[in-house]
């Protein structure tokens, strides 16, 4: 079994930024693939950004330029830098880990096998 948790949300200024991180606890690999995704209050949960196990990124082009992910050497430690945050960026975000397969498609949140509970990030106008 693997436990994520995420940590680093919270209140912060239009324009602000914040560091979200996600610790990985259990049977974790440096192998999985990790991604974050968000949901903010009546809309579907969306995929924020994606890193596959030798660096390859991935992300929304809403958040592109913007956020930044990346992880610990180790693999353990997943973040995501989120750099002139909107009003729009306001959501609850969770990462999620997917097991070793030949196929990946990163911005499908049914593709990940582990999630997190997830941390509030609110934008204030």
């Known amino acids: 079994q693997v436990q994520l948790v995420e940590s680093g949300g919270g209140l912060v200024q239009a324009g602000g930024s914040l560091r979200l991180s996600c610790a990985a606890s259990?049977?974790?690999?440096?192998?999985?693939?990790m991604g974050w995704f968000r949901q903010a209050p009546g809309k579907e949960r969306e995929f924020v950004a994606a890193?596959?196990?030798?660096?390859?990124?991935y992300y929304a082009d809403s958040v592109k330029v913007r956020f930044t992910i990346s992880r610990d050497n180790a693999g353990n430690t997943v973040y995501l830098q989120m750099n002139s945050l909107k009003p729009e960026d306001t959501a609850v975000y969770s990462c999620?880990?997917?097991?070793?397969?030949?196929?990946?498609?990163?911005?499908?949140?049914?593709?990940?096998?582990?999630w997190g509970q997830g941390t509030q990030v609110t934008v204030s106008s």
């Open positions: 259990g049977r974790t690999s440096s192998s999985f693939r």
């Open positions: 890193i596959s196990s030798n660096g390859r990124t």
């Open positions: 999620a880990a997917k097991t070793l397969t030949i196929s990946w498609r990163p911005d499908r949140h049914d593709e990940y096998d582990y």
